[in-house]
């Protein structure tokens, strides 16, 4: 509230955007209670159910476009909680383990402190170009989210063009890093922007090549129309059909996300944190959290075009139907009688012994009364997802997103896995592998697909 | 940087002046003309290079070196090491102490093995002073020397890889170390600067946890190290970072003075303990490990062998270790005669020696130390020009200095 107590001359930036937003609250909500009390409320919402019905285009689109943003947070802090704990494991060390239950809020009171720290500007620095950096590089990888298919349905936006406005977007990202390195006024972020744009321009290439495959045997751009092509059993996944794509699409996707072994563009023991050396507070953590929203990305697009996306490895609901448990996403509760009953008397006991056993088990300090207080607690969130699931998904969506999240996830620690092990390459090193090696071999699979295609039609008709 | 900002900045000699800013003032020339030839073709700059300032607080030069680069691009062409951040006169300090003191004061030059440090200036004035030195005292030395090589070496290898980008080895060396580190406390009292030789002897005798901390440790270390090292040795990226870099001849390493590991990875088996033996090492077996090469990898793979030939010495050492006093009988107040001493030993960077003077006094004339990094660390003008700057720190941490003993 320091900002009231202040003249508006004396007022950050910041405080003289949001201090008048602040007044035009006031005024809405004060105006909302009034409209409320006096009539013309009801009128004011057909209005606006009206136009969103008109509009609903726009007004799905800008519901993804939130919800994504609002994804990233937590998926940032999940992976950021991985790495450190994996590679605590890998190292033989204990990892975070303060901080919440095994440690797991570690990234989150990060992400608070980053917040809290002094948002500072080097002397020399270009301004605009320097504040403008962070929001670029963030952008960008938040923006390819949007033509990523979780599950079935559930897509932000199911562009024809997917693929390529994946690219084009992700792409961005170079702009900003290589605007942090040069506004920076600062040799190794010049380095790092520069090495940056190297890395990642030239990676682009066998990137791209190494999907063309894949685009030949879907004959489409659409990420969603790559997984319906996908759908089937575990053996009509792309990874059996373009193995050599799918290599060159994986070690093209660490150095596109600037992952160990090819971190050149941030190389700690090289040039300190390379583009990012001038950078703190949040403007730092917007590219923190930018490289592990990447991770994410380019994990969820590996298992998007050859491991299948959302589909299951083999058909679950068959599965369940041959042993007599049908799953019908349209059950009624009156229908279940007596089983009802017994559910609602059996299943919360046992879910939240379940949830709180393990607690007391492992916490020698926590006694069991507060390890079922703690599982009543986790039940609820638990009971209160599932019965929101079931009210606005479907059966296929909720197995969808696991099954995309699972594989997702999966790679995402593989990646982390090569930072625990892997020394970093050298520039030239890497350069070299990118245009003598990646990108022969992506040509290479793109003729022998194209030749099998054809050979495959010539046979078939 | 060509252009410079417009904006005012506060002067770096005065806080409250505020000066235009010369681009330079963020820049590593030096705040006086250049005083001689070498530095006034340094710090001119052809079109296309830039001059960037690696250290003194960076990652990656270990402890407070300042080196100068002058590259094009990401290639080196010439560097410029700057010394003496570390520098605390040491030599003169001894000179104003007591004889006892110079263990503590020479304790820290090379503190990664600080065993090696306060052996030789003791070696020394127990020459001046003509004692004889009671043979399990020597024993023991030998056994917390070849300790500390061993953890000195153990975090050599973690900190290549760090430098390298791996972030695991060094947390394996570290195993190591602890475990060495922990033993020596039970044995010194300390973990870093032991204080443990005095002229004469050895400050107290072995106790029961330290040979059985050392019985564990023997028990399984051997294997532990091998096991360890298989996460880099046979590593792709690490072998094709460190092969063929840096690479030294023997005509060059004797000219620059080189020694220990980076001599003995060209080729030449100079090792103080056998050229020149001291101590109880003409009693004990072991091999001098030589690598042909000269390059990076080579000295590390030195390093792996010289672990292994540390523990084949330990373990002789306790075989043979003898009873009787641990300390000969020395007058409190120490006169030598006066006259000059030479000491040397072979340390984990190399031949640690110390010059000694006496005038008679109860304090050294002069003590000169000549620290091995100092002359290792020197070849790095001639190894990295023409490499990238990745390259530089796989050359300067495969050299293994310690700015303890470079700046003194």
């Known amino acids: 509230m320091s900002a009231l107590s202040r003249p508006w001359n004396r007022l950050t930036l910041a405080g003289k955007i949001v201090l008048p937003l602040l007044a035009l609250f006031a005024v809405l909500t004060l105006a909302l209670l009034v409209g409320v009390a006096l009539g013309p409320i009801p009128y004011v919402v057909d209005l606006a159910y009206d136009t969103v019905a008109a509009n609903l285009g726009i007004v799905r689109f800008v519901g993804a476009v939130t919800a994504i943003l609002l994804l990233t947070i937590p998926t940032a802090f999940i992976i950021i909680y991985l790495e450190m704990k994996v590679i605590a494991l890998m190292n033989l060390r204990l990892g975070p383990n303060r901080v919440g239950p095994w440690g797991t809020l570690q990234s989150a009171f990060h992400g608070f402190k980053v917040l809290g720290k002094e948002d500072f500007t080097p002397t020399g620095a270009d301004v605009p170009v320097f504040t403008l950096a962070p929001a670029v590089v963030y952008l960008a990888s938040v923006m390819a989210f949007l033509v990523l298919p979780f599950a079935p349905g559930l897509v932000g936006a199911d562009m024809n063009i997917g693929l390529l406005y994946f690219f084009a977007v992700g792409s961005l990202g170079v702009v900003g890093l290589m605007m942090a390195g040069w506004s920076s006024f600062n040799k190794y972020s010049l380095l790092g922007g520069l090495r940056a744009a190297a890395?990642?321009?030239?990676?682009?290439?066998?990137?791209?090549?190494?999907?063309?495959?894949?685009?030949?045997?879907?004959?489409?751009?659409?990420?969603?129309?790559?997984?319906?092509?996908?759908?089937?059993?575990?053996?009509?996944?792309?990874?059996?059909?373009?193995?050599?794509?799918?290599?060159?699409?994986?070690?093209?996707?660490?150095?596109?996300?600037?992952?160990?072994?090819?971190?050149?563009?941030?190389?700690?023991?090289?040039?300190?944190?390379?583009?990012?050396?001038?950078?703190?507070?949040?403007?730092?953590?917007?590219?923190?959290?930018?490289?592990?929203?990447?991770?994410?990305?380019?994990?969820?697009?590996?298992?998007?075009?050859?491991?299948?996306?959302?589909?299951?490895?083999?058909?679950?609901?068959?599965?369940?139907?041959?042993?007599?448990?049908?799953?019908?996403?349209?059950?009624?509760?009156?229908?279940?009688?007596?089983?009802?009953?017994?559910?609602?008397?059996?299943?919360?006991?046992?879910?939240?012994?379940?949830?709180?056993?393990?607690?007391?088990?492992?916490?020698?300090?926590?006694?069991?009364?507060?390890?079922?207080?703690?599982?009543?607690?986790?039940?609820?969130?638990?009971?209160?997802?599932?019965?929101?699931?079931?009210?606005?998904?479907?059966?296929?969506?909720?197995?969808?997103?696991?099954?995309?999240?699972?594989?997702?996830?999966?790679?995402?620690?593989?990646?982390?896995?090569?930072?625990?092990?892997?020394?970093?390459?050298?520039?030239?090193?890497?350069?070299?592998?990118?245009?003598?090696?990646?990108?022969?071999?992506?040509?290479?699979?793109?003729?022998?697909?194209?030749?099998?295609?054809?050979?495959?039609?010539?046979?078939?008709? | 940087m060509t252009t410079a900002p417009k904006t005012q900045v506060r002067s770096l000699d005065d806080p409250l002046l505020m000066v235009d800013t010369p681009a330079t003032i963020y820049d590593a020339v030096p705040p006086y003309p250049p005083q001689t030839e070498r530095e006034a073709e340094f710090y001119a700059l052809r079109g296309g290079e830039m001059l960037i300032n690696l250290g003194p607080q960076h990652p990656s030069t270990h402890g407070v070196l300042r080196v100068v680069l002058k590259i094009d691009g990401e290639r080196v062409v010439d560097?410029?090491?700057?010394?003496?951040?570390?520098?605390?006169?040491?030599?003169?300090?001894?000179?104003?102490?007591?004889?006892?003191?110079?263990?503590?004061?020479?304790?820290?030059?090379?503190?990664?093995?600080?065993?090696?440090?306060?052996?030789?200036?003791?070696?020394?004035?127990?020459?001046?002073?003509?004692?004889?030195?009671?043979?399990?005292?020597?024993?023991?030395?030998?056994?917390?020397?070849?300790?500390?090589?061993?953890?000195?070496?153990?975090?050599?290898?973690?900190?290549?890889?760090?430098?390298?980008?791996?972030?695991?080895?060094?947390?394996?060396?570290?195993?190591?170390?602890?475990?060495?580190?922990?033993?020596?406390?039970?044995?010194?009292?300390?973990?870093?600067?032991?204080?443990?030789?005095?002229?004469?002897?050895?400050?107290?005798?072995?106790?029961?946890?330290?040979?059985?901390?050392?019985?564990?440790?023997?028990?399984?270390?051997?294997?532990?190290?091998?096991?360890?090292?298989?996460?880099?040795?046979?590593?792709?990226?690490?072998?094709?970072?460190?092969?063929?870099?840096?690479?030294?001849?023997?005509?060059?390493?004797?000219?620059?003075?080189?020694?220990?590991?980076?001599?003995r990875a060209t080729g030449i088996p100079y090792d103080v303990r056998r050229a020149h033996p001291y101590s109880v090492y003409p009693e004990l077996e072991f091999e001098i490990p030589t690598r042909e090469?000269?390059?990076?990898?080579?000295?590390?793979?030195?390093?792996?062998?010289?672990?292994?030939?540390?523990?084949?010495?330990?373990d002789q050492v306790l075989h043979k270790m003898p009873d009787g006093p641990i300390a000969a009988k020395l007058p409190r107040l120490l006169r030598p005669r006066p006259g000059r001493a030479f000491a040397a030993i072979e340390s984990p960077r190399g031949q640690y020696a110390v010059y000694a003077m006496s005038d008679g006094s109860d304090q050294p004339f002069r003590l000169r130390i000549h620290d091995p990094s100092y002359f290792n660390l020197q070849t790095v003008g001639l190894l990295t020009p023409g490499h990238l700057v990745a390259d530089t720190m796989a050359i300067m941490a495969s050299l293994d200095p310690i700015m303890g003993g470079v700046d003194k």
Not at chain 1, 232 to 238: P, R, V
Not at chain 1, 264 to 284: K, N
Not at chain 2, 208 to 219: A, I, N, Q, T
């Open chain 2, 79 to 263: 560097l410029d090491p700057v010394l003496g951040y570390l520098h605390r006169g040491v030599e003169k300090i001894c000179e104003n102490s007591d004889w006892h003191m110079v263990v503590s004061h020479c304790d820290p030059l090379e503190y990664i093995a600080s065993m090696f440090s306060e052996l030789v200036p003791v070696m020394a004035a127990e020459k001046l002073l003509d004692v004889k030195v009671p043979r399990r005292a020597d024993y023991i030395r030998v056994l917390a020397c070849e300790l500390n090589r061993i953890s000195s070496h153990a975090l050599f290898i973690g900190w290549l890889a760090l430098d390298l980008g791996g972030l695991t080895p060094i947390l394996y060396g570290f195993i190591e170390r602890d475990e060495i580190v922990e033993m020596l406390a039970a044995l010194t009292g300390q973990k870093l600067l032991f204080n443990y030789m005095r002229i004469g002897g050895v400050n107290g005798d072995l106790n029961h946890e330290f040979l059985s901390r050392l019985g564990d440790w023997m028990s399984h270390a051997a294997a532990r190290i091998e096991d360890s090292q298989t996460l880099i040795n046979e590593n792709e990226i690490f072998v094709k970072r460190t092969r063929g870099l840096g690479v030294i001849d023997r005509e060059t390493a004797l000219r620059m003075c080189l020694s220990g590991p980076p001599l």
């Open chain 2, 293 to 314: 090469e000269g390059d990076s990898y080579a000295r590390y793979l030195l390093h792996l062998d010289e672990i292994k030939q540390s523990i084949h010495i330990i």
């Open chain 1, 199 to 461: 890395q990642i321009v030239s990676y682009e290439i066998p990137l791209t090549l190494s999907i063309v495959g894949v685009v030949l045997l879907t004959g489409t751009l659409s990420l969603n129309g790559i997984v319906l092509e996908q759908s089937g059993s575990f053996l009509d996944w792309f990874i059996f059909r373009q193995p050599l794509g799918f290599l060159i699409f994986f070690i093209a996707a660490a150095a596109e996300g600037s992952r160990t072994p090819f971190d050149l563009t941030e190389a700690d023991s090289e040039i300190v944190a390379g583009f990012a050396t001038e950078y703190s507070g949040m403007r730092f953590g917007f590219f923190f959290f930018a490289e592990y929203v990447n991770v994410f990305l380019l994990s969820a697009l590996t298992v998007v075009l050859f491991l299948g996306g959302w589909n299951a490895p083999f058909d679950l609901g068959g599965i369940l139907a041959q042993i007599g448990l049908s799953v019908d996403p349209s059950l009624a509760p009156g229908q279940l009688g007596i089983g009802l009953l017994l559910g609602i008397a059996i299943v919360p006991p046992v879910v939240i012994l379940a949830l709180a056993l393990p607690i007391w088990a492992f916490r020698s300090d926590v006694a069991f009364w507060k390890a079922l207080v703690i599982g009543f607690l986790l039940f609820n969130v638990l009971a209160m997802g599932a019965l929101m699931l079931w009210a606005t998904a479907s059966f296929e969506q909720v197995e969808g997103l696991i099954w995309f999240f699972a594989k997702t996830y999966v790679f995402v620690v593989v990646f982390v896995w090569m930072r625990g092990t892997l020394p970093r390459v050298r520039v030239d090193q890497l350069m070299g592998f990118a245009w003598k090696w990646l990108l022969p071999a992506a040509l290479v699979n793109i003729f022998i697909t194209a030749a099998a295609i054809v050979v495959v039609k010539q046979i078939q008709g």
